[in-house]
């Protein structure tokens, strides 16, 4: 089951995958690359909302992750929600493995 998704003219669209150009949103950014191994083994497909380097929390349902960041005092345009999915091309597992790299030694491969 999929959870309800907001409209399109919901105030949340403005935040999702923007990271703004200042300190706050470049520590976001520091923040989810240095989470996102975790996440993708734990919540691969779900959200994460960032204000800075604070995860304010994960889960599949991005209006309670927007709710968290007002109820918590940040606005709205400080913080960040992204969906928790692999960044670029290669996605990695941990210990330095690649995907791409344990697909190549598996047997038949």
């Not at 703004?20 to 083994?41: V, Y």
């Not at 204000?51 to 349902?61: D, F, I, N, S, T």
């Not at 606005?75 to 597992?93: A, K």
């Amino acid at each position: 089951m999929t959870p309800e998704m907001p409209g399109a003219d919901h105030p949340v669209w403005r935040i999702v995958n923007y990271f703004p150009p200042t300190e706050l949103g470049e520590k976001a950014w520091q923040a989810l690359e240095r989470d996102m191994p975790l996440l993708l083994s734990e919540a691969r497909g779900q959200w994460a909302a960032y204000h800075a380097e604070e995860r304010l929390g994960v889960g599949p349902k991005i209006l309670e992750l927007y709710q968290e960041c007002l109820r918590r005092g940040f606005p709205p345009e400080e913080c960040v929600i992204c969906r928790i999915e692999p960044m670029g091309e290669t996605e990695y597992i941990g210990l330095g493995l690649s995907i791409e790299d344990y697909d190549e030694k598996q047997p038949g491969n």
